[in-house]
């Protein structure tokens, strides 16, 4: 059970999550061939799935938190479990050899950051699991759930084509994409 102090933010996060979600349906929907079909790019494909996947698994984590009296641990362990799953997968076709050591780095460091998030995910769920009463899981996922925003919103601003400069430009798994 999530005490009351944290009921506020998870339900700011449900909403903003679904808010979210409904956004980049909209996005891939004016350009489905550049981003989601099976022509699109691996790397545009991986990018849209990644976000999406970042956001349902804050959304359905912050709809198990209100539900009252109950452990959302054992909706944290499934959900973290399927999205890291997931991020497995587009693991699988996004680190096949190809253009260079860069653009295996980027796309290396896209899926450690996707698979670590929700490995820590899968973990503070077990931990609410084992003791439901240690609030200190609960702090974990608050910080787990910003970083899986930031997740889900940097690749959707990537899959947007939105250039960035620096580090996060230079990171950017559609760097070499956008380049061709």
Do not use: C
């Not at 004016?30 to 959304?59: C, D, H, K, W, Y």
């Not at 452990?71 to 996004?94: D, E, H, K, R, Y």
């Not at 998030?117 to 699991?129: C, E, F, P, T």
């Not at 930031?150 to 798994?173: K, T, V």
Request: aromatic fraction near 12%; glycine fraction near 8%; charged fraction near 10%.
């Amino acid at each position: 059970m999530v005490p009351l102090e944290f009921q506020s933010f998870f339900i700011a996060s449900a909403g903003a999550a679904a808010a979210l979600a409904g956004l980049l349906f909209v996005a891939a929907s004016l350009a489905p061939e550049q981003s989601v079909t099976r022509r699109a790019p691996v790397e545009r494909q991986a990018m849209a799935g990644s976000a999406f996947t970042a956001l349902i698994n804050a959304f359905f984590i912050s709809l198990a938190a209100m539900v009252p009296h109950y452990n959302f641990g054992t909706f944290i362990v499934p959900i973290s479990a399927v999205s890291l799953v997931t991020s497995l997968f587009q693991a699988w076709s996004l680190l096949r050899p190809r253009k260079g050591w860069p653009s295996f780095i980027r796309r290396a460091i896209m899926v450690v950051v996707s698979v670590g998030l929700y490995a820590l995910q899968l973990r503070q769920g077990i931990g609410l699991i084992a003791e439901p009463a240690q609030v200190g899981f609960v702090y974990g996922m608050l910080f787990l759930m910003m970083g899986t925003f930031a997740l889900g919103l940097i690749r959707a601003w990537e899959l947007l084509g939105a250039q960035r400069y620096g580090l996060g430009g230079w990171l950017n798994p559609l760097r070499d994409v956008d380049d061709e």
